[in-house]
């Protein structure tokens, strides 16, 4: 739900790692926001072809989750620039692993590849190699399908002090996002945009929500093979345009390698070369008779 004078989220406004507070003053105020019943904040923004889906703990103050779903499937190298964004600072050494078919289904995300990074956050690829779907990344492993979760009612969830919720806790919660809406971003009043009012579920006795079902710790277990799609960090077929799965890509860098072998087979001849010269002139010195002495 844009407006118009609004400037909408971009990619590149997201700074990891960040949080709700640092949200609410330097991104957009043109979202959408749902208090979930796991005592979580959705936010959505609309940014071009792409909706940005951020899930914020209120206890901890950090996201849970990011969801860029693009409206038609992205380019790879559009996707890649996102990619890179996601994971700043955490992907060096790291690499992209395919996973099986419905492996993932629990969590609700299709055929993908996943990136595990450094701080122990995961990223999931939706779609194939050379296009993306949607791009899932998650703090922690993953235990259940969050897009299946339900708005919060007055008897579910916690407050931000950890204590279950009671009657009005939710309400709290609600009014205080819809608070954070209105603080400044870069110096410059936003008028948020207009939330329909929580409707409320009656209840006698208030109870918490009851704790997640535990999930088994191999929802990853059936992981294949690595797949070609490197983070770009220090990819430089990458920058150079070239396209590492082509066969002629493979012929370049076949050809290139046997020009290094013979570049490293001739230092090591000359070198060797040397050492016999070098020995050679050594045995000869040591061949030499004694020069005499000129008698007087």
Request: with cysteine; hydrophobic share 35%.
């Amino acid at each position: 739900m844009s407006m118009a004078g609004v400037q909408a989220l971009e990619m590149s406004e997201i700074k990891m790692p960040f949080t709700r507070s640092y949200a609410d003053r330097n991104f957009s105020k043109d979202y959408d926001f749902r208090v979930l019943e796991d005592s979580t904040v959705r936010r959505t923004w609309q940014s071009g072809n792409k909706s940005i889906i951020i899930d914020f703990d209120i206890r901890t103050d950090k996201p849970v989750c990011i969801f860029v779903d693009y409206d038609s499937a992205a380019a790879k190298m559009e996707a890649l620039a996102d990619v890179k964004i996601l994971t700043e600072g955490n992907r060096d050494g790291v690499a992209w692993t395919r996973i099986k078919s419905g492996s993932t289904s629990k969590i609700g995300i299709g055929d993908c590849r996943l990136m595990r990074l450094n701080d122990g956050a995961m990223l999931f690829w939706e779609g194939g190699a050379d296009e993306c779907e949607r791009l899932c990344w998650f703090a922690q492993r993953p235990n259940k399908d969050r897009m299946k979760l339900s708005n919060a009612t007055e008897t579910q969830g916690h407050t931000a002090m950890g204590k279950a919720a009671g009657s009005g806790a939710f309400k709290q919660l609600w009014d205080d996002e819809r608070r954070r809406q209105k603080i400044e971003v870069a110096g410059k009043p936003r008028k948020p945009v207009a939330q329909p009012e929580p409707k409320h579920t009656p209840s006698a006795v208030p109870r918490p929500a009851p704790a997640p079902a535990p999930e088994p710790d191999d929802i990853f277990a059936d992981e294949t093979e690595t797949v070609v799609i490197k983070n770009n960090k220090n990819n430089l077929l990458e920058v150079i345009g070239l396209d590492v799965n082509s066969e002629t890509t493979k012929w370049i860098l076949l050809g290139a390698g046997f020009v290094i072998l013979i570049i490293i087979m001739n230092v090591i001849s000359s070198s060797r070369r040397k050492a016999r010269q070098q020995a050679a002139f050594e045995a000869l010195l040591q061949q030499r008779p004694p020069r005499q002495r000129c008698r007087k």
